[in-house]
């Protein structure tokens, strides 16, 4: 590489750290389980912020419970270069989905040290608080905080299932403060404060690994909604009930999930997908006429105005399925984001990064829903994926190797030197950002 | 009527007992869960039976937890003339399904015995153990152990959701024995023990009320299946796994609910129903393809070739689906059981009894399943249906009328009367049986 940075990365002891990090899980190994704010999701933190010491990077906590670890520069008067990940994990995902681009970065930046580079710019590994939706049914809630993509109005709606609140629970944590609208002004990133953003990620996706690729410089993230809908009917008696008088919600709902496959499928394009995702009935026994009936749906594309059109098909079907059911409806739209569009200037950093490690890459856009979403919003921002087995992830077998693994945290290792400058260079990366 | 008896019921009586009972409930009345071996359950028992003895009732208990209250007859070599119900509800149920058939013939023996009636017959009240199939996946367990169409393998096999047994419950409450094989030997009715049966119920169906008919008097049970249906598919996440590359068990289970209702439908048949009470899918977050789902599926019909029929059809489906979504599938039968017809001295006592009330009846069919299904299998049987609102049931606001339940209940004792015949008529009803 131009700069000439000899990186020394272990892949197995980062795999050891992820590894010590799932041990962290409401449900036994390899299935990991790990929900904001809850007691292993603390821990996880302590043991992210024990390696962040070790690494020399000073700790800095906002009241969303966002957490910086930040290896200072010489230009004390520059944004920063920022790269992380998150640590939560939906029930029974894995072991690498987040956390790579979490402890990935603090091995980045030792190696970088350890290569006698110094920074001229700062550099902050990150640890975002709930990019998962599980708890409050909105993910990335701590990237969409700092980006001010986050009214206090609406994380009041956000209850968890026991009816606590983000407020609560963060402030239970140890973080938060007296309101929303307190914690967000606590969280929101100052204009200039960012430089640029980089995420180290797995693929997620099949692509990589069946092509042989070794790594994936994203150039768009695509462009996710979710929906709830709620159908109720007025249920009875499985055998006593005659079908001319049901308004089955059940049935309803049934239709709706096939409705949004095929409103998919309609498109034609591979880059858009419709999952429903939780489906519950009630009072959900053998011998009653569902009464009601919730779904969660999750639709992206990375083509904004596509994506749309499928929501606005499935909301169609909903009205159209209540009206000849005779059930009564409800929907919520959860969220409904733009795609971002990655920075030149972060592919640049992030493709020379790759060809000095000499071996394969390729562009690629990210289907999955990450924090760089968000980031994108208020700073120049980048992503590089590295393959996962089988494109498996939200699963207890999600696996990257080690090798693969090595390569992807010592390109986010170059890709950070490139940004943040050499202490040496007073001229350098920093200015072209 | 012929015999002179003069009934004085109170409606509003029953209607207080009922709605005591339901206080004990796992949810706040209106609603009703009452859990077969649960707390409540328990208190409920123990209330039926200060009911029972205060209307000079005997009590036994068998090891399943039938509870039997006896009025001795004059000839106490001849069989019991047998009424009863359960006291068991599905969670959210209401306050009248089953209960009513335990409480109102108290009241309807209490009834008889102030008028001066003296049975011939013994004259037996019965609640019935898990009527509801909530707890270990099988309906009318009790009845069914009367009638000897269980087998210990079968309740070995039947595990709640906590991995207990039958045994291990009905021990802990104070019932049971040391095997199932034990349990079942202790509770299967000798032959000739019982000379007839008659069940007291809401007829969970509309029928009686848009007609404005007082008394339903039942020919035949409806013959009852229930299935349930696993598919396993491989998951991911909802953003990264593209839709060429998807297995979603959740979209296989919502097109096999849609089928039922096809299948049942394609009968042209107001007789067969078909519903899919329970759909859980796994992992069951918006932003995972479901890899899991379950689904519990009841069909009945009074004709039990085009029940059968149903049956066939949709496991056809099971089978199809499953092939081309690419998920495994496996298929449980719980239950297929046969129909039952009701005894024609039974519907004439019946008859005779809502005649001599002077309102008006009809005979009809039970759509729904009840521990008569299984009492008719060793004795001659028939049921007695009063009008319940809306139909409904299995609901908060499940609910029948003070007036329609004391008319019921005073059917119910003339049936009685007439199937046990009075001790100073040692050549009267019985021998008719």
Redesign the interface.
């Known amino acids: 590489m131009g700069n000439g940075i000899k990186l020394d990365v272990s892949g197995e002891e980062v795999v050891a750290q992820l590894l010590h990090l799932a041990t962290f899980s409401d449900d036994p190994n390899p299935a990991v389980t790990r929900i904001v704010f809850t007691k292993n999701d603390l821990l996880a933190r302590g043991y992210v912020k024990e390696l962040m010491a070790a690494a020399g990077l000073k700790i800095r906590e906002d009241p969303m419970g966002n957490i910086f670890g930040r290896w200072e520069g010489s230009n004390v008067s520059t944004g920063a270069v920022v790269t992380g990940s998150h640590a939560d994990a ?3 995902a894995g072991a690498y ?1 987040g956390t790579l681009g979490v402890i990935g970065p603090i091995a980045a930046v030792a190696a970088l040290r350890r290569a006698g580079f110094r920074p001229r710019a700062p550099i902050d590994v990150l640890m975002f608080t709930s990019e ?3 708890r409050f ?1 909105l ?1 990335c809630i701590g990237s969409r905080g700092m980006a001010g993509e986050l009214t206090a109005a609406l994380l009041d709606e956000k209850l968890d299932v026991n009816g606590t609140s983000f407020q609560a629970a963060s402030t239970a944590a140890g973080y938060g403060g007296a309101s929303h609208q307190e914690i967000l002004e606590g969280t929101r990133i100052k204009e200039g404060a960012v430089a640029a953003f980089v995420e180290l990620h797995i ?4 692509l990589l690994e069946k092509e042989g690729t070794q790594l994936g410089i994203v150039t768009a993230i ?1 462009a ?1 909604a ?1 929906l709830r809908v709620f159908f109720s009917g ?12 049901r308004n ?1 919600a ?2 309803a ?3 709706v ?2 409705a949004v ?1 095929a409103a ?2 309609k498109t034609g394009a ?1 880059d ?20 009601e009936a919730k779904l ?3 639709i ?1 594309d990375i083509n904004k105005d596509r994506r749309d059109a499928i929501v606005a098909s499935v909301l169609k079907t909903v009205e159209e399925v209540a009206k000849r059911r005779k059930v009564r409806h409800r929907v919520e739209i ?1 969220n409904q984001d733009a795609p971002a569009i990655c920075s030149d200037k972060v592919i640049a950093a992030a493709t020379e990064a790759a060809e000095a490690l000499g071996g394969s890459h390729k562009r690629m856009v ?4 990450h924090d760089s979403l968000f980031m994108a919003r208020f700073a120049p921002t980048g992503m590089i994926f590295i393959p996962c087995r089988g ?5 207890p077998d999600e696996f990257a190797s080690p090798a693969d693994i090595e390569r992807g945290v010592k390109a986010l290792a170059l890709t950070l030197a490139k940004l943040a400058g050499s202490a040496g260079d007073e001229t350098g990366a920093h200015t072209e950002l």
Do not use: C, K
Request: aromatic content about 6%; charged content about 20%.
């Open positions: 939906i029930p029974l989905d998962e939706p599980t049914g993910g693929e997620q996706g099949p695509a996710p979710a007025d249920g009875g008696h499985a055998g006593a009930l005659l079908m001319p008088y089955d059940g049935l709902a049934a239709e999930a096939l496959e998919v499928l591979i858009a997908v419709g999952t429903t995702g939780l489906f519950e009935i009630g009072p959900n026994t053998v011998n009653s006429v569902p009464r969660e749906i999750d992206r959860i990210s289907r999955a829903y494109g498996w992830s939200h699963r």
